[in-house]
Each structure stands twice: as C-alpha cells, then as structure tokens.
C-alpha cells in the first residue's frame, strides 16, 4: 500500500493564478481530509469528506474548493491565489473518523 | 478559539532520559486523543492513541497518560532515542463530526 499520495510536492505560484493539488488514497478510507499548516502552528482544517459525493467546510474554508467524486481521490482547488495561502497542505484519510493517515504534504508559495 | 493546547513550544532531553510532553483540552466532548510524530519535509505520523474510557496506554517506549478531570494528557517516551527527535502534536477528536483539533506541536530534541 503507498498510503496517502500527494502531488505535487511543491509549487509556485503567482498571486491570482490557480491549481489543484492532488491527493489519492488506497486504503479505501470512506473520510478525507485536507489541513494547512502555517510555521509554528497546528493543522487547520480546510475541507473534509465522510464518502464520494459528500464534502463539508472545515475551520478555514475560504479561497478553497474540493470535490469527492471517487473513494480514492479528494483534490483540492485554488482559485485566485494569494499570498495568505503559502502553507504547507496535508491530505489525510481514515476509515472510520477517528485515526487519521496522513500523505507527505505539498509545500506552496504563491508570490 | 484553540480548544487543544500544548505550551511548551520545545523541549530538549538527554539521550536514555525521559521525555514528557504536555497538552491540555477544553471541550469535555472529546473522546479520543492523538499523538503525532513529525520529521521536517514530511507529515505526520500517528504515533499512539487513547480513548476516554481509559487513562493510560503504553506501546513500547511510548505511554500516554489521560486526566480526564482535568482535561490533561501526556505523552511519555522512554528512553529518549536521538531518532525521536521531532515535532510532537496532539490531537482530540469531537464524536459527533471525527474532527481533530490539532495543538501547535512540542519540538523535541534529545541530545548525545
């Protein structure tokens, strides 16, 4: 099992530009979940999904958006980026909510 | 509002000694807690868990103790080994969404 998978690992962007950063998970765990981390802070939490078709807003929501169309894969977009959203961005996934998996991360800098 | 709270920021420890990291909660609703271990340039790794029905779990080097009363956990790890240092963060999860909330993490550093 590879686990969490995400791509890409780091990027740069300008401000106004967007992307997708991608996350693919073969543990066939029904909740995903994507977090920033900002230096010296915890994980916040920015959308999460509890099975293909269903995703929720977490504690920072805005600029964000996700899709959940398959078990494997929860991506998340970027529209018009801005310098607040340089963070490190963690996917993770769980089979029943509780202990979560987490993937490498994806290191963004948007200048 | 941060409900999950470690307030030690670092900790430095001799090799063979114990480690003892802190973290503190304020939503009595929380009934699982977490530690996660974190290597620069990775993510975090589950490290140990515990439930609230209990008040202590052990693998290996690493016990965490739960003082439900006073909505207190900590994670013990002995002895300190050079790989274990990291950054530690402790997370509570909420039953009726299996959100976590995360601390801002315990950097350890054990020393030769």
């Known amino acids: 099992n590879a686990g969490v998978t995400q791509t890409p690992k780091f990027r740069i962007l300008k401000i106004g530009q967007s992307m997708t950063l991608q996350c693919t998970q073969d543990?066939?765990?029904?909740?995903m979940y994507w977090y920033r981390q900002d230096p010296g802070m915890g994980l916040k939490l920015i959308y999460y999904s509890v099975g293909a078709g269903i995703t929720d807003k977490g504690e920072v929501p805005n600029g964000y958006n996700v899709s959940r169309s398959t078990t494997e894969d929860f991506p998340l977009r970027l529209e018009l980026a801005a310098p607040s959203q340089t963070s490190v961005y963690f996917c993770a996934s769980s089979f029943r909510g509780e202990t979560q998996y987490f993937g490498p991360g994806t290191r963004l800098l948007v200048l | 509002d941060q409900q999950v709270k470690q307030n030690s920021p670092s900790l430095s420890v001799q090799e063979g000694r114990i480690s003892i990291l802190n973290c503190d909660y304020t939503?009595?609703?929380?009934?699982?807690f977490l530690w996660y271990k974190k290597y620069p340039a990775e993510g975090p790794t589950f490290l140990i868990s515990?439930?609230?029905?209990?008040d202590k779990n052990e693998d290996g080097r690493f016990t965490v103790f739960l003082n439900k009363s006073a909505k207190h956990l900590s994670l013990h790890i002995v002895p300190s080994q050079p790989g274990d240092s990291a950054v530690y963060f402790c997370?509570?999860?909420?039953?009726?969404?299996?959100?976590?909330?995360f601390g801002a993490g315990t950097t350890v550093t054990v020393r030769a």
């Open positions: 543990m066939n765990h029904n909740y």
């Open positions: 997370a509570a999860s909420d039953p009726k969404d299996y959100k976590l909330s």
């Open positions: 939503n009595s609703m929380f009934d699982y």
């Open positions: 515990i439930s609230s029905i209990k």
